[in-house]
C-alpha cells in the first residue's frame, strides 16, 4: 500500500519561500499522477498543484505563478516550491495519487503570518 509523508512546513512571513517534499512508498511512484493538496479547518482539501507522468504540470488559479511542482522518479519525491507565500496560503499540506485514492500522510503545517 502505497503511503506518503510530507515535510517542508513551517512558519514564514507574508512574501516568503517554503519548499515542501514528499515522498511515497511502493514501486509505482513513476507511473502516476502526483498532486498537492491543502487543507484548512474551515475548507474542504483542494488539489493546488499537479504533476503528470510525462512532466505535465497544472495548477490552481490561486496560487498560479507562485507554487512550482517537481518530481524526483528515482526518489520517490514530490516536490511544492512555494514563492512569495500569501496569508491565505496557510493551511496543511499533503501529497496524493490524482484522484486521492491512497491513505492521507501527516501533511505538514504551513502558517504565513507577520
Known amino acids: 500500500q502505497m503511503q506518503f509523508v510530507e515535510s517542508g512546513g513551517g512558519l514564514v512571513q507574508p512574501g516568503g519561500s517554503l519548499r515542501l517534499s514528499c515522498t511515497a512508498s511502493?514501486?509505482?511512484?513513476?507511473?502516476?499522477?502526483m498532486a498537492w493538496y491543502r487543507q484548512t479547518p474551515n475548507s474542504p482539501r483542494e488539489s493546488v498543484a499537479r504533476?503528470?507522468?510525462?512532466?505535465?504540470?497544472k495548477y490552481a488559479d490561486s496560487v498560479l505563478g507562485r507554487f512550482t511542482i517537481s518530481r524526483d522518479n528515482a526518489k520517490n519525491t514530490v516536490y511544492l516550491q512555494m514563492n512569495n507565500l500569501k496569508p491565505n496560503d496557510t493551511a496543511v499540506y499533503y501529497c496524493n495519487m490524482v484522484p486521492p485514492k491512497r491513505p492521507w500522510g501527516p501533511g505538514t503545517q504551513v502558517t504565513v503570518s507577520s
Open positions: 511502493g514501486s509505482i511512484f513513476r507511473f502516476i499522477e
Open positions: 504533476s503528470g507522468t510525462a512532466g505535465s504540470t
